[in-house]
């Protein structure tokens, strides 16, 4: 059976990341919004909703809403680097969603809704500890509680049902909890190794 393509960018969602390319899983709540706001972004070359971090393989939706499977909806991004940074990438993630909440975001309660990262190599997870630590700082600066956001080695990637892929494309008035904090998270460069 051949994979769905993507409604925006017309490729097979199964399809393999070009070479020089990277990817990104990032877990904001609801996935709806997450996805189109990564869409947009000028570089990313592919993004497909699904689930990550949990112990069910090939979960539906309905089994990670009752909120058994241990996993989040997340948002895997192909990009590339050389049009858009990882640390872009990170910045978009802090500033777009409430990464104080715990198992939640907004009304949308469960662990499926909490904050993550998820890193493919060494150097994403230095960047998002380090962004999260920076963050973390304006944050309280502004009265906010911690971050709960969890930074983990990329784990299996499960798709959701087609449905629910680009669903902002497929219905423009559908829901989206996307809800920043205000505040702004500056670009943060990972130090030079000496």
Known sequence: MTAPLHRIFGRPLDAPAPKGFDQAIFGMGCYWGVERLFWKQ????????????????????????????????VVRVVFDSSRISYERLLQIFWENHNPTQGNRQGNDVGTQYRSLIMYYTG???????????????????????????????AAPFFPAHEDHQQYLDRYPDGYCGLRGTGVCAPLTDIPEET
Request: proline content about 5%; aromatic content about 8%.
């Open 123 to 153: 150097s994403q997870k230095a960047a998002a500890e380090l962004s999260k630590a920076d963050f973390n700082n304006r944050l309280a600066v502004e009265g906010f509680p911690k971050i709960t956001t969890e930074i983990l080695p």
């Open 42 to 73: 000028d570089g990313v070359w592919l993004t497909e909703v699904g689930f990550a971090g949990g112990t069910v393989e090939n979960p539906t939706y309905k089994q990670v809403c009752n909120g058994d499977t241990g996993h989040a909806e």
